[in-house]
């Protein structure tokens, strides 16, 4: 509410831009430390003009989560029963008290804010640094990330008005960073032997040792070759930061490594945030490639989307993540699997935002899509340049409404030593895991004691296939690692499920993990050697049982148990 002399001068002043009484401010979001690796270089400019979003408190967090459960785990009498896009919305829509009072607020500074996601809980504003510093008693200032050279304009806290308390989750971007080590795989020599095509049998294939193809992992997962039938049964794959799919090196990949498909089999483009999928060799991208060849090459005939977003709004960070949520969020049968192999250091992201992106996860997971994120390529350490007193978990693995997937490595398998693997420091352990994570940390003992969180939501949740995998990037073949091959196998068995899940009437297997954990579980393959270095230790070795390298997946096992 405004006080007499604001309105008074509001009048004289025709409602000046500024409001010349002071509201009460109160400290919303604070960072302590500038996140490793970058540096404080100077004032932002006065007339930049920054993209800003604020996100109202949501109406029924809870609600959500437990619907969210309800519909995921098997033992539950709704089981596979998802929501519709308004049932979720409902639980996310913010109170009318929070839309008026953050909009009074807006109009007393003379900001006009635009709706960016379907329940509303989301504005976006643009305003220069000057008014911004105004606004939150900020500081904006450009930080350059040391070895990159980027810049950003970042402040290390900010404040609301008091009264705004209760009605305001987050802005964005204030205190959270983007990802200058983003790792993406690199392209190595391509294989000397020749890789495995076309297996008929179960037994793997020697070549599988040194060379994964899609016949190796047919034989390794007992994936059939079989075409899916059901066309409403979609699977997604995300592409940002300019990670362009090409065309002809995914028609190379089939017609020399899937002979028995039609070499034109392909996807479909969608594009958000001014994102594009340019087909010059030049700009075919590894990790777009890789993402692209293993879904179509693994999940046979199953329609798949190329989500390319752009980076119209933001600068690297997690806008895009923000972006591609909301936007699935606003269709009314969104894809039933979205595959990411993007993601970044935990302590990078605001608590607040980390929390309300895991939240978006589960609005999506409650609708009944699979979301799957690669764990990260850092072992124990995450994406760190030096400095390694204590293990630094990954985002969004950290999430207890994702699935997080691990890589392994060889014939037999064991996992993989880059595979990020642990313990969040933000999320707490869920219960679907508590039995598997205690039993672990029971075994483990003090290893590692101090390094790592032990309440923590462990990750990740799932283990496939993700070295030496071979791929084709502007023509040529090479072999890539990393988690990022992980992730697009994983969802494309996922898939394969759905589409016979689907042939028969019944639901999407939906948000994964208290499936993965229960009586999924006696589908997976345990994983019992090798472990993921970091920080000058060992890292977590694998284990019996669950443990953060994880295991392997049967598909045909996975199957008679969703049935
Ligand atoms: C692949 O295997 C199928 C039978 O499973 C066979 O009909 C086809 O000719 C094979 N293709 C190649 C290129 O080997
Ligand atoms: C450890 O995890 C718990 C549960 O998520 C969290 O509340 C706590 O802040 C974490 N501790 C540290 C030091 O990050």
């Known amino acids: 509410m405004l006080t007499r002399v604001a309105l008074l001068a509001c009048l004289a002043a025709v409602c000046a831009a500024k409001p010349l009484v002071a509201r009460s401010m109160q400290l919303h979001e604070v960072r302590d430390e500038v996140p490793d690796g970058f540096v404080h270089s100077g004032a932002a400019p006065q007339d930049t003009v920054l993209n800003l979003r604020l996100a109202l408190v949501q109406s029924d967090t809870a609600g959500l989560q437990k619907a969210l459960m309800d519909v995921s785990t098997p033992s539950s009498a709704l089981y596979g029963q998802h929501l519709t896009k308004e049932e979720v919305e409902k639980f996310v829509a913010p109170s009318a008290d929070s839309v008026a009072a953050v909009n009074a607020w807006f109009a007393e500074n003379g900001i006009t804010a635009k ?196 980076e119209n709004f933001h600068d690297g960070a997690l806008e895009g993540f923000l972006d591609i949520i909301n936007f699935l969020l606003g269709e009314t049968a969104p894809p039933q699997v979205l595959t ?107 290893t590692n004691s101090g390094k790592f969180n032990r309440s923590g939501r462990a990750f990740p949740d799932i283990a496939a296939q993700g070295d030496n995998v071979e791929i084709f990037v502007g023509g040529e073949s090479g072999l890539v690692g990393g988690t990022s091959c992980s992730s697009p196998i994983f969802a494309s068995v996922i898939s394969l499920l759905n589409d016979e899940l689907a042939a ?12 993965l954990y229960s009586t999924g579980a006696a589908a997976l393959n345990d994983i019992t050697t090798g472990s993921n270095p970091g920080c000058n230790t060992n890292g977590f070795p694998a284990r019996a049982g669950w443990d953060p390298d994880r295991c392997r997946l049967m598909m045909g096992k996975v199957e008679h148990h969703a049935k």
């Open 115 to 310: 709706t960016v996601s379907p329940a509303g809980d989301w504005l976006s504003f643009s305003i220069p640094v000057s008014q911004a510093n105004d606004l939150l008693d900020a500081d904006f200032s450009v930080f350059t990330h040391q070895e990159t050279g980027q810049t950003s304009i970042r402040t290390l806290a900010y404040s609301i008005p008091a009264d705004l308390k209760e009605h305001v989750d987050l802005v964005h971007p204030t205190i959270t960073f983007p990802n200058p080590f983003a790792r993406l795989p690199a392209m190595v020599a391509p294989p000397k032997a020749k890789p495995a095509v076309n297996v008929t049998s179960d037994a793997v294939p020697a070549s599988c040792s040194s060379t994964i193809t899609p016949a190796c992992l047919q034989a390794l997962y007992g994936i059939p070759t079989t075409p899916a039938t059901v066309s409403s049964n979609q699977l997604a794959v995300s592409g940002f930061i300019e990670q362009f799919a090409n065309q002809a090196d995914l028609r190379t990949f089939l017609s020399t490594l899937r002979p028995d498909l039609p070499a034109t089999t392909t996807f479909t483009l969608q594009t958000l945030d001014g994102g594009q999928n340019p087909q010059a060799a030049s700009e075919a991208g590894v990790e777009a490639n890789l993402d692209i060849q293993y879904t179509i090459g693994v999940a046979t005939k199953v329609p798949t989307t190329f989500i390319s977003v752009g």
């Open 340 to 446: 990411t192999s993007y993601g970044q250091n935990e302590n990078t992201i605001s608590r607040a935002l980390a929390n309300n992106l895991c939240n978006a996860y589960a609005q999506l997971g409650a609708r009944g899509t699979s979301i799957l994120f690669a764990s990260g390529d850092g072992g124990v350490a995450g994406s760190q340049s030096s400095r390694c007193t204590t293990f630094l978990p990954t985002f969004p693995s950290g999430c207890p409404f994702m699935t997080s997937v691990g890589a392994t490595t060889g014939v037999p398998e064991t996992s993989a030593s880059f595979s990020s693997g642990g313990f969040s420091n933000f999320f707490a352990q869920p219960s679907y895991q508590a039995s598997a994570v205690s039993t672990f940390l029971t075994a483990l003992g003090n």
């Open 504 to 515: 028969v009437g019944k639901p999407p297997l939906g948000f994964l993990n208290p499936f």
